[in-house]
């Protein structure tokens, strides 16, 4: 039984390992890829706490060497999604009950264990599953899947302790309780945190939940599960499935309990969910909670009196780190005529510089991208590019699938401004660049707020503090998560929370009060201590 009023440990963000040549962190995650690369693993589904093989074995591959087999997963359909539910609605009566300190407890213990044991497991799974390189490996699924769990209690704290006044005789107070229901988390390919981050985040709050991971993270989310469950999460809280996602959604959809979907992903595949709620919405016991966090068409904006190498550096590292496969990638950006020879002279030089091919050599910057779909997206767009006759390929271009997906960092020059790659979403390592006359700084800022559908991240480079005073201005809705001299990736929990509007989600912002906000359903208690015993007012005397 809770007998105080409890201070969770004050979060700060997990230290991010250097890995640099001749520390002991790079040796123990060289030997940790090594220790992986030698062995295959199968990956089960865990529904109510046990194990559950589907029917279809599917292989899991490297990225960037995808004969490479790193184990199995065993996928499962309806029967499966639908056991899964059953046991999110079994646990959710005595999980809902739990104190919030012990919920508490258990996502601290795995953010601990993740820190330190699984440390490595964590970030050379990544590595492999994912082709991450050891730096991005290390800010996602070790240091930011930390600071999720760690900063998600801080903040359930402050919302329980969110109460409202009383008047004299009376004691008001607001409950959070869980939803009614069961929650879907649907998460992507591309970050182990977000992946685990999307199911815990509710679980922390109370609810259980149903969990399908990308096809493609399986490797990594495997060990999430496993390092939840070693916390001490109680079977059924968090139930992991393997399933088709329009099969899944299926179920999922038109069960009466659904009560919330937690979504990374796709616009197009979010706005098939909000219909498929719509369509079935006077089915539900409640009005489901839907959070989704989509795609972006992130731009860098400079002012003429930006720094050139400054700028150059903010597009390398926002546009092509994890091959552009960040929904807050850099994929545009407008630099003015007088910048432009400078800036095109430093992203030669540093591309030229760069190295791709597999994660396991420390020494490449850029890997493969995730599969063959995504390879035959980004090099169709970088093949139309090419044949169109606005637009020039400054650095780049080439791609190669025979041994892993790689595409190289392209760079693109186009005469249009909306021209197909300004516009639409590439997710890949692929940047179009808008050279506008100086005079048109105005009229550039309205072209960037108006060319896109997106609204998730930006950047805006000037020297002149009234020239960023204007853009911020001028792209109040263009951005949910802004940079000034600096590039557009990289929010850190805690301190950037992270999110979009527009067609880039619902903005509930991961990693923030805000998005525990929407896992919750409160309830007001008023008590009176003297209750009236006559129906009878003053004014009527």
Not at 140 to 152: G, I, T, Y
Not at 238 to 267: C, K, Q
Not at 409 to 425: A, F, Y
Not at 515 to 532: C, D
Request: proline residues 5%.
């Amino acid at each position: 039984m809770s007998t105080g009023f409890f201070q969770v440990p004050t979060p700060i963000n997990e230290p991010i390992l250097a890995y640099a040549s001749g520390s002991k962190e790079r040796e123990q995650l060289q030997n940790k890829l090594a220790e992986l690369r030698a062995k295959q693993i199968d990956i089960p589904m865990y529904i109510g706490g046990k194990s559950v093989q589907g029917a279809q074995k599917v292989a899991m591959t490297c990225p960037h060497d995808h004969q490479h087999v790193l184990g199995h997963y065993y996928e499962g359909g309806k029967k499966e999604v639908g056991q899964a539910i059953d046991a999110a609605l079994a646990a959710h009566a005595a999980w809902s009950a739990t104190p919030w300190e012990r919920r508490a407890a258990i996502f601290l213990k795995a953010a601990e264990l993740s820190a330190t044991k699984y440390r490595m497991d964590l970030n050379a799974r990544t590595m492999l599953g994912q082709s991450k390189n050891a730096f991005q490996a290390e800010i996602d699924a070790a240091c930011e899947w930390v600071d999720f769990l760690r900063f998600n209690v801080h903040y359930a704290s402050q919302i329980y302790a969110d109460q409202p006044i009383s008047s004299p005789g009376v004691w008001n107070r607001v409950e959070y309780r869980a939803l009614e229901g069961f929650v879907y988390a649907l998460t992507p390919f591309n970050f182990t945190a977000i992946a685990g981050n999307l199911p815990a985040a509710p679980a922390l709050m109370g609810n259980t939940v149903v969990w399908k991971p990308s096809p493609s993270q399986v490797y990594s989310a495997g060990l999430l599960m496993d390092i939840l469950t070693e916390a001490g999460l109680p079977a059924g809280v968090i139930n992991l499935v393997f399933a088709d996602g329009p099969e899944a959604g299926d179920v999922v959809f038109n069960h009466r309990d659904f009560a919330g979907v937690h979504f990374t992903g796709s616009t197009a595949v979010f706005q098939t969910i909000w219909k498929n709620i719509g369509n079935n919405i006077s089915n539900y016991k409640s009005y489901p909670r839907i959070v989704g966090e989509t795609g972006g068409k992130d731009f860098v904006v400079a002012h003429p009196s930006a720094e050139p190498k400054a700028l150059a550096v903010a597009i390398i590292r926002g546009a092509f780190e994890y091959q552009g496969q960040k929904c807050s990638a850099a994929s545009r950006a407008y630099v003015p005529a007088s910048l432009w020879s400078q800036v095109e002279a430093y992203l030669k030089e540093d591309l030229a510089a760069i190295r791709m091919g597999g994660t396991e050599d420390f020494g490449n910057f850029v890997n493969a991208v995730i599969d063959a779909k995504a390879f035959a997206k980004i090099s169709g767009f970088i093949a139309d590019a090419k044949q169109d006759a606005d637009v020039s390929v400054v650095a780049g271009g080439h791609c190669d699938d025979s041994k892993g997906y790689f595409v190289e960092p392209t760079v693109l020059l186009t005469n249009n401004p909306k021209s197909r790659t300004m516009v639409e979403e590439i997710f890949g390592p692929v940047l179009t660049v808008y050279v506008y006359p100086d005079a048109e700084w105005n009229q550039t800022l309205k072209l960037v707020d108006e060319t896109s559908a997106y609204a998730l991240t930006g950047a805006i480079f000037a020297q002149d503090s009234y020239a960023l005073e204007e853009a911020k201005a001028a792209l109040v809705n263009a951005a949910g998560n802004l940079y000034l001299n600096d590039k557009c990736t990289g929010a850190v929990v805690g301190q950037q929370p992270f999110g979009g509007a527009r067609a880039s989600g619902t903005n509930d912002k991961a990693g923030s009060y805000l998005n525990l906000l929407r896992w919750v359903s409160p309830r007001t208690v008023k008590e009176v201590f003297v209750s009236p015993t006559d129906f009878r007012y003053p004014f009527l005397g």
